[in-house]
């Protein structure tokens, strides 16, 4: 370390720091730290943690075995161990085993675990007469008047560390632990720590004459003191805990914003449920009974309750004689036959398009020129990959004035993806069975420097709007991917990331802004 640096390294210590530092020249348990800075252990802790984080100490811990007496074996320390109360108990006068157990209040068990103990030593004769008589034996004698290794064993000063047990103490332990409840093993964590070249070359300096305040105060500011004292210098770089606010799943923060767009360029929000009949989702949009996107692979189809209601009759008329013949609108329709039954088949939503057919079919002339838009989930069946979901998100927009064209429709388009924070967009020709001229939407991607599909739009057919709304009138209608937009500002590469509800994901995610 150089001059400067060992400098600015004594002017960030903290008093607790400086406690721990002076306590480990001589110290290196935590226990002994603690002692001898004289502080609370979480400081003392703390200031640990920090100097090791500055490279001054080097933090150790290490788990020992440590034996502990159990409640048997503070019980025998007090009493004597039992083998010795029965040959105490037998050394001058024979006895049975009842007069025995009753004498010392031993249970059968005890008894039991004695005479193993006691005839493996020779300790005891035993009789039989009418049950069992026990007498001493001359090795027994012995044995009762010496103690013994487990006696003396007892006498430790516990908790004892386990690796420290001599070679007799340890032949005490292993026949004392085969017993009930004697003594017990337990696992003990040793912290300790140690000061680094760094440390103690730091640990060695004036470390007391060093007077450094923590805060700088009104008073202080006011009478100038400020000016003759030193401050602790603070470490900005220093890692902290981090601390998470209450926020949105950040998909809704997406979602948000974009709803904030649409409400500030005057659209009012359409709302509507996720299951739809068919009729709603695809017959009012003029799609053919035998489009392949009806199927049951692409779409989700209720199966209880399977069908719906078509309330309004006069509506599912106009509908199917578009469909099977054009109706008034000019056209010749699909030339086939429309089934009402189809059409009532429920369907989780397949795009939010449904929300502005059931928005339109409730206006009135008088309330044109009108804006709609939703941003909301929508359902299809596809198989699930890392880019494909059965769930995704659309930006929904229509507008229905006498008075706009397709100028207009690349107007709101260009403004709203400005806001999304790409420089351009642009529409080509597409096709939608609901649009004519239909309009695939694409965004110039600042970035990567090329254009991105992200939708389809394009101006409803009189086949959708004269039936629903009851006259013909320009609707300029768009169904934008959103999904794929949120992966690209978060760098997601999986689009299942987007619903996973990874706390840590959704925690740790930067928070939208554009
Ligand atoms: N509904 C179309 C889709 O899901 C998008 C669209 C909306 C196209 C409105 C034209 C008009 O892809």
Not at 318 to 324: C, D, F, Q, Y
Request: aromatic residues 10%.
């Amino acid at each position: 370390m150089k001059d400067k640096e060992i400098q600015n390294m004594l002017e960030s210590l903290t008093g607790p720091e400086i406690a721990v530092l002076l306590a480990m020249k001589s110290k290196s348990d935590f226990l002994d730290i603690v002692n001898s800075a004289n502080l609370e252990e979480i400081k003392v802790m703390r200031a640990l943690q920090w100097l090791s984080n500055k490279g001054l100490v080097v933090l150790k811990e290490d788990l020992s075995e440590v034996i502990e007496l159990d409640i048997n074996g503070k019980k025998y320390l007090k009493d004597g161990l039992p083998e010795k109360r029965f040959l105490a108990a037998i050394a001058n006068m024979e006895l049975s085993m009842a007069d025995i157990a009753g004498k010392l209040g031993f249970d059968s068990n005890e008894v039991n675990i004695c005479i193993g103990t006691l005839k493996k030593k020779a300790a005891i004769d035993i009789r039989k007469e009418n049950g069992l008589i026990f007498s001493i034996t001359e090795p027994g004698k012995k044995y009762l008047a010496k103690e013994s290794l487990e006696e003396k064993f007892l006498k430790k000063d516990f908790p004892v560390a386990l690796k420290s047990l001599t070679d007799e103490e340890r032949f005490a332990f292993n026949e004392l632990v085969r017993r009930k409840e004697i003594i017990r093993k337990n696992l003990l964590k040793h912290k300790s720590a140690e000061l680094t070249m760094q440390g103690k070359k730091i640990a060695d300096m004036d470390l007391k004459a060093k007077k450094v305040i923590d805060r700088l105060t009104p008073e202080d500011i006011h009478s100038g003191a400020w000016k003759n004292k030193s401050f602790r210098r603070f470490d900005v770089t220093a890692k902290v805990p981090k601390i998470y606010g209450g926020r949105r799943h950040f998909t809704r923060q997406a979602v948000e914003y974009i709803k904030k767009i649409w409400l500030e360029l005057g659209f009012t929000e359409m709302s509507g449920t996720i299951v739809q009949s068919s009729f709603w989702d695809l017959d009012a949009l003029f799609v053919p009974q035998d489009h392949p996107a009806r199927e049951m692979q692409d779409t989700f189809y209720l199966k209880d309750p399977a069908k719906g209601k078509l309330t309004d009759k006069e509506l599912v008329k106009r509908v199917k004689a578009t469909h099977e013949n054009g109706w008034t609108t000019g056209s010749m329709g699909w030339q086939t036959k429309w089934s009402e039954e189809k059409a009532k088949e429920n369907l989780l939503r397949t795009h939010t398009t449904v929300l502005s057919a059931q928005t339109i079919s409730k206006l009135k002339k008088e309330d044109l020129p009108a804006k709609f838009f939703s941003v909301n989930k929508n359902f299809r069946n596809e198989s699930l990959d890392w880019k494909h979901l059965f769930e995704f998100y659309q930006v929904e927009g229509i507008v229905v004035d006498p008075d706009v064209n397709l100028c207009h429709h690349i107007g709101y388009l260009k403004d709203f993806f400005r806001k999304m924070g790409f420089p351009d967009a642009r529409v080509k020709p597409s096709h939608f069975p609901y649009t004519e001229p239909s309009a695939e939407v694409s965004v110039f991607h600042p970035v990567r420097k090329e254009w991105v599909e992200l939708g389809g739009s394009g101006v409803f057919r009189p086949e959708v709007v004269k039936p629903i709304l009851g006259f013909e009138c320009p609707v300029l209608a768009w169904g934008l991917g959103l999904d794929r937009q949120i992966m690209e500002y978060w760098g997601l590469s999986d689009i299942r990331d987007l619903y996973r509800n990874d706390l840590k994901q959704i925690k740790d995610l930067k928070l939208w802004m554009r």
